[in-house]
């Protein structure tokens, strides 16, 4: 007997015996009898061995919104939207108030228009790519009862908002966690918008060029007026240098400055408030483009370490007294070259220059308490699992010239970058060694190599891939690998 002479009660049974997207991938399209009949059966979901390639085609939203309305699915507890168009965004929107279980929203689109969300939403958990802090208040004001947000990136616009907004009742009064991936707003902005969220308990923000939020005491006191249930505040703040700073300070005398200014703000963030009623400890990283200012451990996924990278921390300033603080910048190891010079007192190690620069003329009480600023070197009490959030890193090989004081223990794509020393662009057996000290290639998924023009021998890539099981790609340029076809063991 033909397969399709069967009779319904026998296909059903046999088609109980399916997953479902095994079933729809097998028998869907066949003929109109098999297409009404496996809709006609509780459908058994197991996504566990699914083949994501099969299902990955293209327009797959206009497919499935050509058969269903999301107001179909009236039990719906969690929604994923992700890079739609126009036209499919303002459907969807329509459809969310009549999704009346929906719990936990996820829109990673850049043109979705929030601000044209008139209806209230009974959202929980809500996660989004791109929003204008004039959208977020309009959001919060819809959604009542939200208990977590992360955004990928606010944006005040440039636009400066007025205080009156401050006096207006806090409509998100049930948010307890907001996460902000890149934080494009000025301190006061955020400073009046907070005032919606009262009830806040964790705070995570990155910003990756916004000299504005460097200001310590600022934080203090935002977070004792406007936030006084807040518990955790991580944060990454960071400034990249460009070329209005030198135009301002001059590139020499302009460099100095920099270097101390985010210095003398870093301690501020040592002060017993973050320390100890906060327990909020940070570190500070510098180069020659850059300063970064983070909460340990470091928040962010992804990490550039070049051999001028610096990392600092403090030990702890004692504030019994905060007219009294004074600074101390000074460097754990000195060189015989260091010259020491002191003014208003500021205490300062300069072997580059020999100037003083007075920072910020502010004035200090002759009651002086040293507190030393200290360089982390590579010492073994340091490689605690401060990068333990670091997937994603770009590694110089100049770095690994001897041991390092950074260890990431959590790795999943990593990229090579070759020396800028002629000669020395070689992926040796050497870097492997120390290479092992700074990561633990046990999750690496994703090499990079593709910049390295050489490799000693094939020990170096030998030993990768006994260290990183997981390892399923490789990029590479073919003339630096193809000379190591030849041995047998690879």
């Known amino acids: 007997m033909k397969f399709e002479l069967l009779p319904n009660e026998i296909l059903l049974d046999y088609f109980g015996y399916f997953n479902a ?145 401050s006096n207006n009742t806090p409509c998100a009064i049930h948010l307890k966690e907001m996460i902000i991936g890149d934080l494009q707003s000025t301190f006061m902005n955020f400073k009046i918008f907070v005032k919606q969220i009262p009830n806040l308990q964790i705070l995570t923000i ?19 007026i406007s936030l006084p249930h807040s518990i955790t505040f991580n944060f990454n703040f960071g400034y990249i240098y460009d070329c209005i700073d030198d135009c301002i300070y001059g590139c020499i005398y302009g460099c100095i400055y ?21 327990n909020c400890f940070t570190e500070y990283i510098n ?12 928040i962010s996924n992804t990490f550039e370490l070049t051999p001028n990278t ?21 460097k754990r190891k000195q060189s015989s070259n260091d010259q020491q010079v002191n003014e ?55 770095i690994l010239t001897k041991e390092c004081s950074y260890y990431f223990s959590n790795i999943i794509s990593l990229t090579l970058v070759p020396s800028t020393i002629l000669g020395q662009r070689m992926l040796t057996n050497q870097h492997i060694r120390i290479l092992k000290t700074v990561i633990n290639l046990f999750n690496l998924k994703h090499l990079n190599i593709g910049r390295i023009y050489g490799i000693e021998d094939s020990l170096v890539l030998l030993e990768i891939f006994k260290q990183s099981p997981k390892l399923s790609s490789i990029q590479f340029i073919p003339k630096a690998i193809i000379q190591l076809f030849n041995n047998g063991e690879l």
């Open 21 to 165: 997207l095994d079933l729809f991938y097998a028998y869907d399209g066949l003929n109109y009898r098999l297409n009404k009949l496996i809709r006609t059966l509780p459908l058994h979901l197991n996504f566990q061995y699914a083949n994501k390639s099969k299902f990955d085609t293209d327009f797959q939203i206009e497919a499935f919104l050509s058969f269903f309305s999301l107001n179909q699915f009236t039990n719906l507890r969690s929604l994923s939207i992700t890079e739609i168009n126009s036209t499919h965004n303002t459907k969807i929107k329509l459809m969310l108030p009549s999704i009346s279980k929906l719990q936990t929203l996820s829109i990673i689109s850049s043109d979705f228009p929030f601000n044209t969300i008139n209806e209230i939403l009974f959202i929980k958990i809500l996660t989004i790519s791109y929003c204008f802090l004039n959208e977020l208040y309009q959001l919060l004001q819809h959604m009542p009862i939200l208990k977590y947000l992360n955004i990928q990136c606010l944006n005040d616009d440039g636009y400066l908002y007025g205080t009156n907004r």
């Open 206 to 224: 990155s910003t990756r060029k916004n000299r504005d939020m460097f200001d310590a005491n600022l934080w203090e006191h935002l977070i004792r």
């Open 344 to 398: 208003k007192g500021y205490q300062y190690i300069n072997n580059e220059y020999k100037q003083m620069i007075s920072l910020l003329g502010i004035q200090i009480k002759t009651d002086i308490k040293l507190r030393k600023r200290k360089r982390i070197e590579s010492d073994n009490c340091n490689k605690i699992d401060i990068f333990k959030n670091v997937t994603d890193l770009t590694l110089h090989l100049d």
């Open 287 to 298: 180069d020659k483009q850059s300063i970064f200012i983070y909460t340990i451990p470091y």
């Open 310 to 330: 610096t990392r600092y921390y403090n030990t702890r300033i004692n504030k019994t007294n905060e007219s009294d603080d004074q600074i101390v910048i000074k």
């Open 258 to 278: 920099k270097r101390y200014l985010y210095k003398y703000m870093f301690d501020e963030f040592q002060t017993n408030f973050w320390q100890e009623q906060y």
